[in-house]
């Protein structure tokens, strides 16, 4: 089965005042409609307490937080990375595995590819009524995306869910996305966003040969774009700030 789109003196001083009040105000509704779902309720009752004991072993308050999130599909796992708000660096706090097929190693190109899409994307929307159990949407096709599509669709509804079917998209079983669902919608605020990095594998120099030995020159060049970021994250752990050229190619900015 495939996997189908389901979804500031005083007076700056008070604008500021209203402006924390109203985002503290949006993240409360959003995350109060999310917990009015049966799903989504059960797995804050069921999980949360567990992973917010874990957090404060960690030194990471659960009240203010950041998640960072990557995957390597040959790996076949995705990274849970967390910081307080205001820190530099991330901490690794969880490892999924991923229980189904992510497609080949290659960026997505169009809409019906199999393909899970690779590069540098945010969670952009919460499906408490996913067929999947639970699932968060990725935010393809990106700038890069639709610059390089192949055709007229890039394709899209690329979601991390839960049970293990679906071609081209990222389930990792329903009691992992229920951990992995709430640990988002706990750190969801309108003033920051939740970043999901995708790379083909973990892009370790031996890693590259093999690639390099087994895959053609046109996934080798998308791929050394990539590269300068997760050696940035492996070097700081902390995301630099991606952009795309007119080419379609990310690049570190600044």
Request: glycine share 6%; net charge positive; charged share 25%.
């Amino acid at each position: 089965m495939r996997c189908y789109r389901v979804f500031f003196n005083v007076f700056n001083t008070v604008l500021l005042v209203i402006g924390l009040q109203s985002g503290m105000a949006q993240t409360d509704s959003f995350k109060a409609g999310q917990l009015k779902n049966k799903r989504v309720k059960d797995a804050h009752d069921t999980k949360w307490p567990a992973l917010e004991a874990e957090m404060k072993k960690q030194s990471i308050d659960p009240k203010n937080y950041e998640v960072f999130l990557r995957v390597f599909k040959m790996e076949k796992s995705l990274e849970v990375w967390l910081r307080n708000k205001g820190e530099d660096t991330y901490k690794l706090f969880k490892t999924y595995a991923i229980c189904a097929s992510s497609g080949s190693l290659g960026p997505k190109r169009k809409e019906g590819d199999g393909q899970v899409p690779e590069g540098f994307y945010t969670i952009d929307l919460f499906n408490p009524a996913s067929d999947y159990y639970l699932s968060m949407r990725v935010s393809y096709p990106n700038e890069s995306d639709r610059i390089l599509k192949k055709g007229k669709n890039a394709g899209g509804a690329i979601m991390v869910h839960g049970n293990c079917v679906t071609i081209g998209c990222i389930p990792i079983t329903d009691e992992y996305i229920k951990e992995l669902y709430i640990l988002c919608l706990e750190s969801k605020s309108p003033q920051t966003s939740i970043h999901i990095d995708i790379f083909p594998c973990k892009l370790t120099a031996g890693n590259v040969k093999t690639l390099e030995a087994n895959y053609p020159k046109e996934k080798m060049d998308f791929w050394s774009t990539l590269k300068p970021v997760y050696d940035f994250f492996e070097k700081n752990k902390n995301r630099p700030k991606v952009k795309v050229d007119k080419a379609g190619k990310y690049y570190i900015a600044g």
